[in-house]
């Protein structure tokens, strides 16, 4: 079994925006007195940063696990897919800015994985990412299913071969 996680050092920026946009927000709505715009804009943005701060908090106890049956995903709430059962594979980019000389820029991937009425995203600052959309999409073909061209495409800017044969079991050759 190999598991995986969301390191610290990738998290510690986004608890800090999250700390500072909470601290903004509770901020003003302390200090100025109360009406019902500054409560609409201030409590807004609050409770957007304190949305981000959990979500964040989720992902830091997020473990991922895998074995040769199965991916699971537990955190508050357990999630598992067995690989014979895995239906779709969604490897996307979101961009911040593109570059012409580096077509990713700065932004990340999201690896969306469907089957047996659980979904599961995970994003590309997690350990391990590659071999997890490489292991997801060998998983795929093992079944008989293709992936869409956009996952195809992603999946060769990280430089995995889409059509790689899978060997018995669903596993990379």
């Known amino acids: 079994m190999r ?3 969301y390191p610290l050092r990738v998290l510690v920026g986004d608890y800090l925006r ?6 903004v927000g509770l901020g003003v709505l302390l200090a100025v007195p109360p009406s ?7 409590g807004s943005l609050a409770g957007l940063f304190a949305v981000f ?7 830091h106890s997020l473990r991922v696990a895998v074995t040769d049956d199965e991916i699971a995903c537990r955190a508050a709430v357990t999630r598992v897919i067995p690989w014979d059962r895995l239906d779709e594979v969604s490897l996307r980019y979101y961009g ?18 469907k089957g047996a009425g659980v979904a599961m995203t995970l994003e590309s600052s997690i350990e391990g990412f590659e071999w997890l959309a490489e292991r997801a999409a060998a ?3 093992a079944r008989g299913l293709t992936l869409d061209p956009a996952t195809a495409s992603n999946l060769i800017e ?9 060997g018995k079991h669903g596993g990379l050759i």
Not at 18 to 23: D, Q, T, V, Y
Not at 36 to 42: D, E, G, R, T, W
Not at 53 to 59: D, I, K, Q, V
């Open 139 to 141: 998983a795929l073909r």
């Open 36 to 42: 019902l715009p500054v409560i609409a804009i201030f």
């Open 18 to 23: 999250s700390a500072a946009g909470l601290f």
């Open 158 to 166: 990280l430089g995995i071969d889409p059509q790689k044969p899978v």
């Open 53 to 59: 701060g959990l979500r964040t908090a989720h992902r």
């Open 3 to 5: 598991q995986f996680r």
């Open 96 to 113: 911040t800015r593109r570059s012409k000389w580096r077509p990713l820029g700065s932004g990340f991937m999201q690896l969306t994985l």
